[in-house]
């Protein structure tokens, strides 16, 4: 099973303060993704990666940047966090176009007072 | 507009009764993945198809091949673990995005 490792599992942080979530993936898989779930909600993508190098908008990425600088590493940044950005994040990470499966990390709870 | 419909919102069963789920797409999706989110927050890969029908024991899932519009998660004989929120996941042709449904939180009881 594909192993992706968040990290931290939960972070407070204050208003207008700098955020970094990490992700790693240890199975050499292209794709990576990140979302955020909301109480009583889907996922949401918010920004995702074809490779080292590459980062995509996803449906929110507003507020959000990310950052791919290996194939196994993928960050999301909240340079000014709010309120709003309180959530439940998951990075995801996918095999190639031909096996679209994905394998979601435990999750990041995120607590912006 | 929302892309990926799930139903029901909610679902409750009694152990041993067989129930499904079900997913529409408004548009027409390459492939589809299930998932159950269990009382951790965690996501649990069930099923990934680009066509036709999978089965894992009690589950089975499906997915319409000819318009590629809805998928199906059917739950034969319920157990109290199957209780949680079923995702289904869908992606549009040329797209690696992955398109999530609401959930159907189903609570499984004795």
């Known amino acids: 099973e594909a192993a992706v490792t968040q990290s931290p599992r939960n972070k407070v942080a204050v208003t207008g303060g700098k955020v970094t979530l990490s992700c790693n993936q240890t199975n050499n898989h292209n794709n990576m993704y990140w979302y955020r779930q909301d109480t009583g909600h889907g996922l949401r993508l918010i920004h995702y990666s074809y490779g080292a190098g590459s980062t995509e908008k996803g449906d929110i990425p507003d507020g959000y940047k990310a950052s791919r600088p290996s194939q196994e590493n993928f960050s999301l940044i909240l340079e000014l966090a709010t309120p709003s950005q309180t959530s439940v994040y998951f990075c995801a990470s996918g095999e190639t176009i031909s096996n679209e499966r994905l394998f979601f990390g435990h999750g990041t709870k995120l607590s912006v007072l | 507009g929302d892309q990926v419909e799930q139903s029901p919102s909610a679902l409750s069963l009694h152990e041993g009764t067989d129930s499904a789920l079900r997913c529409n797409f408004t548009t027409t999706m390459r492939s589809v993945q299930w998932f159950r989110q269990n009382s951790r927050g965690s996501l649990i890969s069930l099923f990934y198809l680009a066509s036709g029908t999978k089965e894992n024991g009690r589950l089975k899932s499906a997915f319409d091949s000819k318009e590629r519009r809805y998928s199906t998660l059917h739950i034969r004989d319920a157990q109290l673990e199957d209780s949680g929120t079923y995702f289904c996941?869908?992606?549009?042709?040329?797209?690696?995005?992955?398109?999530f449904g609401e959930g159907t939180k189903l609570t499984v009881s004795s």
């Open positions: 996941a869908a992606r549009q042709g040329g797209s690696a995005k992955l398109i």
